[in-house]
């Protein structure tokens, strides 16, 4: 099974820019999907960006123009730069990758999440 353990959040100005990265504890150039995601307070998880399997991006609209995520398969990490943050933004971010992991009967799918980084943008 995989690990997942994010960095880089903290404490940031309404148009402030912070990046965040996810260090997996192995190999992600097979995950099905790796990503990011996002839960303020009294809200649901949402998506936030992510690669899917064939590599495409896919941003939430509330980010487009804003966020990029990027990642480096040698490194084993997946990265968020958010730049003109508001305070909308403002969240525990969440590392998700899905993968397929391999058991004696066959192959099972299963969501992997890191512990969360949590973001403020506040003046």
């Known amino acids: 099974q995989v690990r997942l353990v994010e960095s880089g959040g903290g404490l940031v100005q309404p148009g402030g820019s912070l990046r965040l990265s996810c260090a997996a504890s192995?190999?992600?150039?097979?995950?099905?999907?790796m990503g990011w995601y996002r839960q303020a307070p009294g809200k649901e998880r949402e998506l936030v960006a992510v690669?899917?399997?064939?590599?495409?991006?896919n941003h939430a609209d509330s980010v487009k123009g804003r966020f990029t995520i990027s990642r480096d398969n040698t490194k084993n990490m997946v990265s968020l730069q958010m730049n003109s943050l508001k305070p909308e933004d403002t969240a525990v971010y969440y590392c998700h990758a899905r993968i397929t992991v391999a058991a004696a009967w066959g192959t099972y799918i299963s969501d992997v999440w890191g512990q969360g980084t949590q973001v403020t943008v506040s003046s």
């Open positions: 192995r190999s992600i150039a097979s995950a099905l999907a």
């Open positions: 690669f899917t399997s064939g590599g495409s991006t």
